[in-house]
């Protein structure tokens, strides 16, 4: 075997091991109902003993519920996540109902570790997400009943109530824990907040300006 060859051959091993070890691992048991009662925290909950593991565990009802939407944003979700049903732990799966009065809407937000597709049960909203630095492309559209939308991994996006009655719509998400920060949180309500006049500063300043600080 030629010099050539050999060289290829180590080239071509190593693509493929580092493949391997960038794609997320699958779990390594048919499931992992999360011992929720646990404070041990390693990529997810510990399991509970398999012979205690019941149906229940698997099972969530009332995502027909609509949320209490009286609240400042006129929005509620109704999230079905790990805490909701401990077997889906280590899964990579999660959904919600999210519910918006007229009017009303979600703040701009990001799930650092999931994308999120929507679908819309009723109504018409608005979404729309902006891409990261250097561009800052702003995506928007407007959605009504059965349409689909995708929001792409860890980048901040929004929805909104565009309509003359009540948004419902579904989302499903590639985590079975997604962590939603939203912006406005971040800026206004961190401890110990952010100096007020530098706050006043950044949002102030005009379109010219953005991204030379």
């Known amino acids: 075997m030629g010099a050539n060859v050999i060289i290829l051959c180590i080239l071509a091993f190593n693509f ?39 149906a229940d565990n698997f ?34 799966v999660a959904i919600a109902r999210v519910d918006i009065a007229e009017n009303g809407f979600i703040p701009p937000h990001y799930q650092a570790g999931s994308a999120a597709i929507v679908t819309v049960l009723e109504g018409s909203m608005e979404v729309g997400f902006v891409t ?6 702003h995506y928007s559209k407007v959605l009504e009943k059965g349409d689909v939308f995708v929001f792409p991994y860890g980048l901040v996006h929004y929805v909104r109530n565009v309509g003359a009655g009540n948004v419902a719509f579904l989302v499903m998400f590639n985590s079975e824990n997604p962590m939603t920060t939203y912006v406005p949180h971040v800026l206004f309500g961190a401890n110990p907040g952010i100096d007020a006049g530098f706050l006043s500063r950044v949002l102030a300043l005009d379109k010219k300006s953005v991204g030379k600080f």
């Open 132 to 137: 990261a630095s250097p561009d800052y492309r």
């Open 59 to 92: 099972f969530f009802r009332g995502l027909h519920l609509a949320g209490n939407t009286s609240n400042p944003t006129g929005s509620a979700a109704t999230i079905v996540s790990v805490n909701r049903i401990p077997g889906l732990n280590t899964q990579g």
């Open 16 to 54: 493929f091991v580092n493949i391997v070890f960038a794609s997320d691992s699958s779990p390594l048991q048919d499931f992992c109902v999360a011992d929720l009662t646990s404070s041990v925290r390693i990529n997810g909950f510990p399991c509970v003993d398999p012979a205690k593991v019941e």
